[in-house]
């Protein structure tokens, strides 16, 4: 009993802990990213090196060039959805279609950016390809991965003083989910083909 007690008692703090590195990193117009990266690199499991390679300057441009690229398609998914309103019958549900899945492809392809980011320090077009695979392989994954991502938004919305819990829950979540996936994709990239 000691011993649950005591696992629980750090994972609580390890979910403190990545919610305030979070939330003093969205304090910041640019800092966004880069305390995903920093709370990403926090779980991982790497205890020499993990944190040589965020502090290097192409971690930090490579976090801020990703947020400017999220902070762009947010403004075309924006201006899109303002179109929606001035449309009517099928082009209006062609239009909402094609963001619903924009949206539902992005969201999880940006956290498995961050991810590979924090993972390895920079980003290279191989990793990028990486992230995309990633998504669309374990689609009904990252599927529910968004339904709970925008279920804890809710409730953020519902009761402020939560985000101090849910934003390190939903960074350990997708660690934990990220971990698995490119696990399995080990384990069938190595097998032998038949």
Not at 6 to 19: A, E, G, N, Y
Not at 42 to 68: C, G, H, M, P
Request: proline fraction near 2%; charge should be positive.
């Amino acid at each position: 009993m000691k011993k649950i007690l005591i696992t629980f008692q750090d994972r609580l703090m390890d979910i403190v802990i990545l919610s305030g590195i979070v939330l003093i990193g969205t304090l910041s117009v640019i800092g966004a990213t880069y305390s995903l990266v920093l709370a990403f690199t926090y779980l991982n499991d790497e205890k020499d090196r993990k944190w040589q390679a965020v502090f290097k300057l192409k971690t930090f441009v490579t976090s801020v060039l990703i947020e400017l690229g999220l902070l762009l398609s947010m403004g075309i998914v924006y201006l899109n959805f303002q179109l929606l309103n001035h449309l009517t019958g099928i082009g209006r549900l062609l239009i909402f279609s094609m963001l619903l899945s924009v949206i539902l492809i992005l969201i999880p392809l940006f956290f498995s950016i961050l991810w590979l980011t924090a993972q390895h320090g920079g980003l290279t077009k191989q990793m990028f390809k990486y992230a995309f695979y990633c998504t669309l392989i374990k689609f009904p994954l990252w599927l529910g991965f968004t339904l709970v991502l925008l279920l804890m938004g809710l409730l953020v919305y519902l009761d402020k003083a939560l985000i101090i819990l849910i934003s390190g829950l939903i960074v350990a979540l997708f660690n934990r989910l990220m971990k698995r996936t490119t696990n399995q994709i080990s384990v069938v990239r190595e097998s032998p083909s038949l």
